[in-house]
């Protein structure tokens, strides 16, 4: 039987944005196998990754937890290198496909020593429009470098992918991200981001349930802002923070779904400001759907992202979403059409959630506007492209330069 790998540094990656990738290949008749850090460096909970070792025995799908880790000097790494090797020595993989940036090195200079075929999905370089300038020093040239040892580069932002063009990589990809379950995130039951003009004259809003609000003590006549997201210093919580504690507003709260290690200087924070009773931190979330149905707006302050699978899900959802003007964001959302970009400015945001929460007209238009972009972001359409990819084999080296 055909045999691959599929490995990050952290088996997290791989759970959160790779299981509709497992499938595609187990049902193209292929063997899979997962490399990644099981113990350490995940941000969902321990019982998700359990969820997840169990997933992959059900399906007949061999594990294997290496050291790797995001620290690029950490020798941790080195260990992670020489066991990836192993693995590829003891079972002969057909192809390996790579995720994250420290995986994608171990696994593409254990691919180039075992002249093995590598597939690599850069999910947002750390190289962008407006990134540090220690990013260009250091991250560019490691992947420009890197792109020689991989037959197939896969990007999934426009900005990445025209920047790829110029690197040295057998082939070269644009997928729109990973897909999102359309059927799953979608508010029909209310018609919500329907714009016909008959949905919009019978539309009810049988989607305030107030769980959400009953659960945390929101009032059910409260403006809710939503994040979701690993709660860390990219993902920029404390913009969407110091924004609330501006606003003119009291009857306004933000629930932040997530946990990581700002947790706690962002409670304190919330304290200084004397809006802790308004800013909710619920936590990891396995029911991020009822958040978004009670959710007004949609806040996604990241400084950095590749293709944000949470814009997409808020989008689906027919919540309105205000987020940075950086790449990958301005792959989904065109400022004042399906969405409203900032330049991560309080005065900014906090202008951005009035208009939102006090015109309809403007909230209507983005909620329509939204749900017809996202449309091609959803799994059906990338995982026909997936598996395309896959069944063009697309391994073979080449000069060619192609786009699905």
């Not at 560019?140 to 020689?148: A, I, L, M, N, T």
């Not at 018609?191 to 919009?200: I, L, Q």
């Not at 409670?267 to 004397?274: F, P, S």
């Amino acid at each position: 039987m055909k045999k691959m790998l599929m490995m990050a540094t952290t088996a997290a990656m791989i759970e959160q944005f790779n299981k509709n990738n497992i499938l595609i290949l187990l049902d193209m008749g292929y063997e899979v196998h997962v490399a990644g850090n099981f113990e350490k460096g995940n941000p969902i909970s321990q019982e998700r990754l359990e969820a997840f070792k169990k997933w992959l025995e059900e399906r007949k799908c061999k594990w294997f937890n290496i050291p790797s880790t995001r620290k690029p000097t950490d020798y941790n790494n080195v260990r992670a290198y020489k066991q990836v090797v192993s693995l590829i020595k003891q079972y002969n993989y057909n192809f390996i496909h790579c995720h994250t940036p420290i995986g994608s090195v171990i696994a593409r200079c254990a691919a180039h020593k075992t002249h093995t075929p590598i597939i690599y999905t850069a999910h947002g370089f750390h190289f962008y429009k407006g990134a540090p300038i220690k990013n260009w020093l250091i991250y560019y040239p490691v992947e420009k470098f890197f792109s020689r040892w991989t037959d197939l580069l896969i990007l999934i932002t426009k900005e990445d992918y025209e920047r790829a063009k110029s690197f040295k990589a057998g082939k070269v990809v644009y997928v729109p991200g990973v897909g999102i379950d359309l059927d799953e995130f979608n508010k029909e039951k209310n018609n919500k981001g329907d714009c016909s003009n008959e949905a919009r004259e019978s539309q009810v809003d049988l989607s305030k349930e107030h769980v959400i609000r009953s659960e945390f003590g929101i009032p059910t006549d409260a403006k809710l802002l939503l994040s979701v997201g690993e709660v860390n210093k990219n993902k920029n919580h404390k913009l969407g923070i110091e924004a609330l504690a501006r606003l003119k507003d009291k009857n306004v709260y933000y629930v932040i779904c997530g946990r990581g290690h700002m947790m706690d200087a962002y409670k304190i924070l919330t304290q200084k400001l004397g809006i802790s009773d308004r800013v909710i931190f619920a936590g990891y979330r396995t029911d991020v759907i009822k958040f978004y149905n009670e959710a007004d707006v949609f806040l996604f302050p990241s400084l950095r992202e590749g293709l944000s699978v949470a814009v997409m899900e808020a989008m689906a959802m027919g919540v309105p979403v205000i987020c940075n003007d950086i790449r990958g964001n301005t792959d989904l959302i065109e400022d004042k059409v399906s969405g409203l970009l900032i330049n991560n400015q309080i005065d900014e945001l906090v202008k951005a959630i009035q208009e939102l929460i006090s015109n309809d007209e403007l909230r209507d238009k983005i909620i329509c506007e939204g749900r017809k972009k996202v449309k091609h972001f959803g799994i059906k359409n990338v995982s026909n492209m997936m598996r395309k990819v896959y069944e063009q084999e697309l391994l073979h080296k080449s000069d060619a330069l192609i786009d699905i």
